[in-house]
């Protein structure tokens, strides 16, 4: 079965520089969630989105932006990298229900690590 | 809003003893929770949820855990730890339709 695919999985940038997150969700899936999680802490929600607007957002900083395209494919582009941006960036997606209007269960991707240097 | 507790970072149990790890919720509606589980350097992987139909909920991986809206718990359980289970655990609850909200985790260690 298909999964949430991310790219690319290993990145490396220098403060400063600006760095562009990938997701492809499962086919037909509606929703994308964009997660940071740094060494040794749980994941931390950044934003998510349903049909292409925007949802729900949690602690981004205003140097990183989103957006879900029309192929529901999501990017989540970082700018003036930091030193403690380093983590591991997580995408989930899932579906919403349109009888509930619930979510289905979220399934993740395997995650891009980023590392500034 | 909804959260979840996981009470205590670390658990360490032998190899085919019991693995108990604890998640409370907090919610004012009935929740959607979930385990996942991470290996190192892993992405999470859904282990079970539960969502209404069922308060015992099975797993993948030979995992269950119990609703209980009297104690507002969500444990997960096994009855046989195997090595391959080591790994960090989260339980999370769906804080609206748009946000799931992670706990701190648990590490689970396997002694032989």
């Known amino acids: 079965a298909a999964g949430v695919i991310q790219s690319p999985r290993h990145l490396i940038k220098e403060k400063r520089e600006t760095a562009t997150l990938k997701c492809y969700p499962i086919?037909?899936?509606?929703?994308v969630y964009w997660y940071q999680q740094g060494p040794g802490q749980d994941p931390q929600f950044l934003i998510s989105?349903?049909?292409?607007?925007?949802?729900d957002k949690g602690s981004i900083p205003d140097r990183f932006s989103a957006q879900q395209f029309s192929d529901y494919h999501s990017e989540l582009n970082m700018s003036s990298l930091e030193l403690g941006d380093s983590a591991l960036y997580f995408c989930?997606?899932?579906?919403?229900?349109?009888?509930?209007?619930?979510?289905?269960?979220?399934?993740f991707g395997q995650g891009t690590r980023l590392t500034v240097v | 809003a909804q959260s979840v507790t996981q009470l205590g970072s670390h658990v360490s149990v032998s190899e085919g003893a019991l693995v108990l790890l604890r998640c409370n919720y907090s919610?004012?509606?009935?929740?959607?929770l979930f385990w996942y589980v991470q290996y190192p350097n892993q992405g999470l992987q859904l282990l079970l949820k539960?969502?209404?139909?069922?308060?015992l909920v099975k797993g993948i991986n030979g995992f269950e855990a119990e609703f209980k809206k009297s104690e507002t718990s969500f444990h997960l359980t096994k009855p046989s730890a195997h090595m391959s289970d080591a790994a960090e655990y989260f339980c999370?609850?769906?804080?609206?339709?748009?946000?799931?909200?992670f706990g701190s985790g648990t590490r689970l260690s396997i002694r032989p």
């Open positions: 989930a997606s899932s579906l919403v229900r349109r009888r509930t209007g619930e979510n289905t269960e979220a399934f």
């Open positions: 086919p037909r899936h509606d929703t």
């Open positions: 539960y969502t209404s139909a069922a308060t």
């Open positions: 919610s004012s509606v009935p929740p959607y």
């Open positions: 989105f349903y049909e292409k607007m925007q949802s």
């Open positions: 999370a609850v769906y804080s609206s339709a748009s946000k799931i909200i």
